[in-house]
């Protein structure tokens, strides 16, 4: 058991300490468990792993020093005291800090999970002892991923008045069985891509009766948690898997957005050679500026060693250019969804699959050919590498406020639409994170501030600007 | 006054490009004797320096050297003995008789079409929008009042619009920053232009009043950068003013004027605002400051970057790219910040975020891009060590508190055009680069490839704003719709023979997006 904790790490990879258990047939529901205290209202893979969770979560608080800071500043007040959360995001170590910061907040919550296979058991057993109502583990059936979320929209006497969602699944879910528990919702705070397109839609039909905060596209999300985090994981993700020398090789990026940029910068940090494919021309001129070539798959497809793709689109690199690509060329999918490679299209008979290490198959043409698929096409960071805790203290933080925002407005300060964060709220995230680095923010004095026609705490920006 | 210093600051860039063209063998090397005694209109130095800085251009014209001359004083339009006589006072014709024009010197200007050929060879985009836009004219019936910067990039964006089928009639924003020679080149095809370096204040209005009431011209766009156009016509002639069905306005000051006048309800036209355009801010502020930061110290100072200290005061775009090119060069960046979001990405970039305060003893050079005022005080230059260098990359020369260095303690010496040495009573000396003002207008070059991306984007506001359909527009400041920054963009891939993918049907429809885009939502950081 030691050597499992020594070498814990907070990835969640499939080796997680938790997915050898010998009760691993039974499903959690069909299982009566209790926490130390009598509590019963949870469902998860296994209680007693609550010991390594909660040792999981401490060492994710060292890491995410804004949700503590925040706990500390704000537990007199109590700011979230009568908001009724449902939550629905992954649940991992990061999660448990947020959900137990909202608690000490004032928060009453019941949280599942937004994806079957991320929930970190430990960790969902952990809260569970603390009294936390959470429905969640990792291996979930279809079937079993609706019944956590109804657990946490519709239970007796529960009245909640807040959603908390990374995809949307929960607000649809709600709004589709339960919609006059969904009138007296007082705000979403939705975090993914995905999840803030759906709203986007509900809106554009009139449907939206209640208002949204769009967490995704705020300025500490886009610029700090999906520039950073690829940029940390993307080398780490490829060298956990593949063991691959960066220096020299030929890696194609497909998609300059904030994911992209993270990677090329961090691959070109390593001497990789990296060109980049794009559709849009703002993004490509960048590219350009910023030392890359920009070419089409078309172009490269034969000769480059390494592809990855993060552009948020399907179908990017279809069978075609995999036909086309060398031995041993690695692909890989930096973005959020996993129909970017076309996967199925590999799955014929011609060719052959091999499963080499967790997450690493090789794909074999006719030929002898082979390449090498990581994940499945699934997102790389979560399946093979981790999330660095700190720039999800950012996302966190976000979120935190952002429920804390909409549950203390005023009547009628949302209407029924969704919204960016405001900027005041997003310079409040980034300071928070600001002692870690030791870093030091120098301060206007009052003859600048009236010179620039700003006030001493900001906001220090016009809300157009791009930073 | 503002301009005056802006002014100084297009000096010597605009002095150093055709210096530059002279050296490349293009005209003969013998200059007019009047050459090394005459002003060029440049800041107030001691006398001695101003012989000195002379001696060493003329020492430095002698090599063959590619970087000869571009931080002296020379332009070859400056020398003339007809300076004295204002060209208000001159009566002067093209080769075709056309006379409604008002530069220094008509002469100049075979030599002003071999600088405009040279820019245009930069400025792919604008020389791409010619061609295709040529058979449409999208400007027919346009009649613009352009007031700009004249110089030879500026150059090729109006004859631009003349092909596309405006009428124009030009003016420049700033009293030094003109090329008489890209001017003189102007007049000569024909366009009326009313700009030389060195106007006097009165001279200036003069020729704004030129190009915007004369005869029986009635203007319907303004093209402005300052704002003094726009504030001129609104002032003076405000029934000519409410035929202008738009303004298009380039730099900060500008649309700050605007937005003051949007809030108290005076702006009864529609204006775009061209400065905070995604191609303006992520390309021209970031890439030129990147492109010229490094050769603007060592053009000057000629320092060795790497191990150096350097500590960089704002990190907004400009700061970015500072500190990208220093940190590149190994120099260890630090950078101070008011905004805790722009801190935190300096922090995530790895450059430690201090206070002035804190490092202001050891740090081996200052570069200021805040936009705010006095953020190296004379309190904190007092506890600068020895051989520090001081610079200023923001808009306008109120960051370093140079007037408090004007005090009869300190001893000012003129090492080179525009370094100073300024010598505390103890000996200890700091090195300010260009009295404060802007780098890279004073001291380097802003690549024309970046300023074609701006160009080419008030090239298109204009063409939007007069195409637009009646009541599109209505009295307010409105951003560069996305589709055209993209167009912007994509006019300047073929230059890196960047080849842009294109979305599949399925995949549009996946995305929900057209294939012509726009393809990122309004609030889209970039």
Redesign the interface.
Known sequence: MNNYLSHFTLSKNSGSYSDSDSDDDVSPRERDQESSKGFKDFCVKNIRYATIGRREIEIAEQEMPALISLRKRASQDKPLKGAHIVGCTHLTAQAAVLIETLVMLGAKVRWCACNIFSTQNEVAAALAENGVPVYAWKGEGEQDFWWCIEKCVAEDGWKPNLILDDGGDATHFMLKYHPAVFKKIGGIVEESVTGV?RLYQLSKTGKLCVPAMNVN?S??K???DNL?SCRESILDGLKRTTDVMFGGKSVSVCGYGEVGKGCAAALKGMGAIVTV?????????????DGF?????E?IADTADVFITCT?????ITRKHMDKMKNGAVVANMGHSNTEIEVSSLKTKDLVWEKVRSQVDHIIWQDGKRIVLLAEGRLLNYSCSSVPSFVLS?TACTQALALIEMFNAPEGRYKQDVY?LPKKM???V??L??PQ?????????D??AK??GLQKS?P???A?Y??
């Open positions: 397109h596209d300025v500490t886009q610029k700090f950073y494919t794009e559709i849009d021309p703002i993004c490509a001129l960048q590219a350009c500026m070539r920009v070419q089409t798959i172009d948020g689109n399907r179908n990017v950012v960016l997003d310079e409040y980034a300071s994170h600001l680095f030791n870093a030091h923010l120098t301060e206007l004095s003859d600048q010179y620039l900001g220090f920006k016009p157009y791009r930073y």
